[in-house]
């Protein structure tokens, strides 16, 4: 079993910044691709970034080119910046783990939900 905390999470300016990070604890071994989540008030929970098996990163076309997921193997965490805060990045958002999972390199969109086997709690994000 593995279990995913977040934190980072908080209220902002439109235009400001975030870090969120995701710590993973327990069977890491067996992670093999990780991700960001994001569920918005009234909507359903959105990809909006990964690192699939193979090291590539998939972003959503919602927060490409403003938010970056990294990962620092050694400490077991998964970060996700996120730039130039929009109001409609208002969400919680989720970390998730999961076994391997490969997508092709011309496929950009992270994977869906149902490849992932273990969640964190979630870490408000509120931009006003």
């Known amino acids: 079993h593995v279990q995913l905390v977040e934190s980072g999470g908080g209220s902002v300016q439109a235009g400001g910044s975030l870090r969120l990070s995701c710590g993973a604890s327990?069977?890491?071994?067996?992670?093999?691709?990780m991700g960001w989540f994001r569920q918005r008030p009234g909507k359903e929970r959105e990809g909006v970034a990964a690192i699939v098996s193979d090291g590539s990163v998939k972003y959503s076309d919602s927060v490409k080119g403003r938010f970056t997921i990294s990962q620092d193997n050694a400490k077991n965490t998964l970060y996700l910046r996120l730039n130039m805060l929009k109001l409609e990045d208002t969400a919680v958002y989720f970390c998730?783990?999961?076994?391997?999972?490969?997508?092709?390199?011309?496929?950009?969109?992270?994977?869906?939900?149902?490849?992932?086997?273990?969640w964190g709690q979630g870490t408000q994000v509120t931009v006003s």
């Open positions: 998730a783990a999961g076994g391997e999972y490969y997508m092709s390199r011309a496929v950009l969109r992270p994977p869906p939900a149902s490849s992932y086997n273990y």
């Open positions: 327990g069977n890491t071994a067996s992670v093999k691709h």
